[in-house]
């Protein structure tokens, strides 16, 4: 059945093509089918967003030791088991809350990663105005699928085979390699840190990500809300003004 607009994002499609995606699904499934029933969705979020605030801290301590990598890879893994597995488990247990879950669940998406990108800030791992441009970056995709939800009905959760799984497998990789050794060499550039280098990537996706997006929905919605066709004459336009100003009549006014 196609998407009723006029409820917004409370029906959507969901369209979820990264690379793991179908190998993530029966996962999460299996798992949502074993978990303890004294466990819901709303713990389970409570964990995704906890787990973001103890990366965003993770990063943050890059400054005092390394071994903060070993930290950022466990809270990694903790905000996939959450935030991954909370919409399924409703769906599995026919506990569905449309509008309540889609809201939370971005509300935490937003708070998590400024969380997580704040404390990259901090790290000294990345240069402060990366990570800020970054976050923007995000902000801005996230707005644009946000709008494209409730406009269009679609809700696009990955790009080029990238979802939020896979961007967890590299920043989880990236941290462990920058626990060992913060720098890498770029041909034509020399020598500079990874997590400057993996920004620089990022905001470049975002913003292609952006734009095709945009193109996208802006021109599938033009084809289902075309302009008239009607030509509107000068004549067209002065007999409409003047019934507009027009007095209505005694019985128009009694009424």
Known sequence: ?????????????????????AAEKRALVWIAGRLPRQINSDHLSALGLASMVGAGLSFAAYRLSPWAAAALVGCLAANWFGDSLDGTVARVRGHQRPRYGFYVDHVIDLAGST?????????????????????????????????????????????????????????????IKA????????????????????????????????????????RALYQAEPLPRAVLTVEDAKDAEEQASAPSSPLVRAS
Not at 204 to 214: N, R, S
């Open 115 to 175: 969380a997580l990108l704040a404390g990259l800030a901090c790290s000294g791992l990345m240069n402060p105005l990366l990570a800020a441009a970054l976050l923007c970056a995000y902000l801005l995709v996230s707005a644009e699928s946000y709008l494209a939800t409730h406009a269009a009905g679609v809700f696009r959760m990955s790009f080029l085979g990238f979802g939020p799984t896979e961007l967890r497998i590299v920043l989880a990789a990236g941290a």
């Open 1 to 21: 059945m196609a998407p009723d607009s006029t409820q917004g994002p409370a029906r959507h499609i969901r369209e979820h093509n990264s690379v793991l995606a």
């Open 179 to 218: 626990a060992l050794s913060p720098a890498v060499d770029v041909a034509g550039l020399g020598s500079m840190r990874l997590f400057d280098l993996g920004g620089i990537v990022a905001i470049a996706g975002l913003a292609i990500a952006f734009v095709a997006a945009a193109v996208r929905n802006t």
